[in-house]
């Protein structure tokens, strides 16, 4: 399984971008997506996740700013962010946890730099 991650870049606070996600094998029925995002000097944290039936979580310090989705079609997941803000300035990493039976496994996919000037 191979993740292949893009739409990072350099916005102006109040901007907006969306990263994109394309898991090789496809997502599955009880597959599990995620963006995590860890900031110099910090820990990685989760921002979403969107389960098997759609739903999602979002971190409190994005709600209502982040969407994530995906389309199993086109085996991608997305993370739309509004209104960035500096303290959004981090590396983002793709995460997919496949149901292996009775237990999950974990790809991640390289991170994309998000930075955003005030």
């Known amino acids: 399984v191979q993740l292949q991650v893009s739409g990072g870049g350099t916005v102006q606070t109040g901007g907006s971008l969306t990263l994109s996600c394309v898991v090789s094998?496809?997502?599955?029925?009880?597959?599990?997506m995620a963006w995590h995002r860890q900031a110099p000097g910090k820990e990685r944290e989760m921002v979403a996740t969107i389960s098997s039936g759609g739903g999602t979580d979002y971190a409190e310090f994005v709600k209502g700013r982040f969407t994530i989705s995906k389309d199993t079609g086109k085996k991608t997941c997305e993370l739309q962010m509004i209104d960035l803000q500096p303290d959004d300035t981090a590396v983002y990493y793709c995460?997919?946890?496949?149901?292996?039976?009775?237990?999950?496994?974990?790809?991640w996919g390289q991170g994309t730099q998000v930075t955003v000037s005030s």
């Open positions: 094998g496809g997502i599955g029925r009880f597959d599990v």
């Open positions: 995460k997919y946890s496949r149901d292996a039976g009775s237990a999950y496994r974990n790809y």
